[in-house]
């Protein structure tokens, strides 16, 4: 569904990513792992369109959108949930869940799912975004995400910062997704919810991919956890 091949990616002068290929399919998690500063968030955000390869195309559904602009790309089903999640402070949870909302092809993420999926923002829709927690700000952009009914989703370290409660309850929101046919592109540092969602990894290391396999074989390649994941 979503195809990155051969991409180059630059910050100015600086060659961030080398050559990085990988795939997300409907119905599955595909992890992104790696350390800080391996190109796991530079990978998104030129599958996003705010950044352009210098080489190698990004493919959703067969059409070629590297370059294309975020907002049209957004459109034409890629959902994006950034790492520093992007709440706005001074609207209210439902205005910051409606705000870029649309009903895409079926429609299946109304804002009474949003609120079936994440009871606690019915309870708090008229709270101001800089009064949520940490984990509610982060359901809060999974929410706004769906409202725009994508085919894919992809999620910028949706754990990071959460106590391990509301962490598991991300990983079992993700599972919902993936079982509703979602493609699902996860970073995340927290390598357990890493394997316990992930159908298929791919590790960066120094803007490369340097390990593509499911969570069985990279549970047991003690070099790549050791060497890439700091484990």
């Not at 790492?83 to 706005?88: L, N």
Request: aromatic content about 6%.
């Amino acid at each position: 569904m979503l195809q990155v091949d051969n991409i180059h990616t630059y910050y100015g002068d600086s060659h961030i990513l080398h050559g990085v290929s990988l795939k997300v399919k409907a119905g599955q998690v595909t992890s992104l792992l790696g350390r800080n500063g391996a190109g796991k968030t530079t990978t998104l955000l030129t599958m996003m369109g705010y950044l352009a390869p210098r080489q190698g195309s990004v493919t959703y559904k067969g059409q070629n959108i590297s370059g294309k602009p975020a907002h049209r790309i957004s459109r034409m089903g890629l959902g994006f949930v950034p790492q520093e999640r992007g709440v706005f402070p001074s609207l209210t949870v439902e205005e910051n869940l409606t705000v870029a909302a649309r009903p895409g092809k079926d429609g299946r993420w109304t804002l009474a799912r949003i609120y079936e999926l994440f009871p606690r923002l019915k309870e708090r829709r008229t709270n101001l975004g800089f009064q949520l927690s940490g984990g509610e700000q982060q359901m809060v952009s999974i929410g706004r995400a769906l409202m725009l009914n994508p085919e894919v989703i992809l999620l910028d370290e949706p754990s990071e910062g959460l106590a391990p409660l509301i962490v598991q309850e991300i990983v079992e929101i993700v599972k919902r997704l993936r079982n509703e046919g979602l493609g699902v592109l996860l970073i995340e540092q927290n390598l357990g919810a890493a394997l316990e969602l992930g159908d298929v990894h791919y590790v960066l290391s120094k803007g490369q991919v340097c390990f593509v396999g499911d969570s069985e074989t990279l549970r047991n390649d003690e070099a790549v956890l050791s060497a890439h994941l700091s484990v």
